[in-house]
């Protein structure tokens, strides 16, 4: 029983994130393709382990549109693309490292996973801001294993 609660209280907190991820999203999503990565000034670190494939995303500290990185997040979708859940991490200096994390293990059964990197300019530039972010982490990694 202590154990369903838990379950319970973990997938509220998820669902949440989600719908506050999606409120506060506002900024134009740029999806990344494994070719776009140097020219935009990000990187790309994958490693392949026994129990699934570890992806790490960074980026420059400053968009292209000179906004700063300010938000990471990791966000789960069903089959038809939509936000189902997820969660996101503000930084509030500008001494961090704009990178996100995540952990596909091989056992996933969800449609796709995405993560992104949120730049966000201040408040008389809103529309300049930009979302950076693998749209399907699975789909990311292999291809680049196939464009080597």
């Not at 134009?28 to 995303?57: H, K, M, Q, Y």
């Not at 500008?94 to 449609?111: K, T």
């Amino acid at each position: 029983m202590r154990q369903a609660i838990k379950a319970l209280f973990a997938a509220g907190v998820i669902l949440l994130s989600a719908a506050a991820v999606r409120a506060e999203g506002g900024v134009e999503a740029v999806w990344l393709a494994p070719s776009d990565l140097n020219e935009l000034g990000f990187s790309v670190e994958i490693v392949r382990e026994r129990a699934g494939i570890d992806l790490t995303l960074r980026g420059p500290r400053t968009g292209p549109n000179s906004c700063s990185a300010r938000r990471s997040g990791i966000v789960l979708l069903d089959v038809d693309g939509q936000e189902v859940a997820g969660g996101s991490t503000y930084w509030a200096v500008d001494s961090e490292e704009p990178r996100v994390h995540a952990f596909l293990g091989d056992g996933w059964r969800f449609p796709k996973m995405a993560v992104y990197l949120d730049y966000l300019c201040p408040a008389d530039r809103l529309a300049d801001g930009r979302r950076y972010g693998i749209r399907d982490v699975k789909a990311f990694v292999e291809a680049s294993e196939r464009d080597g």
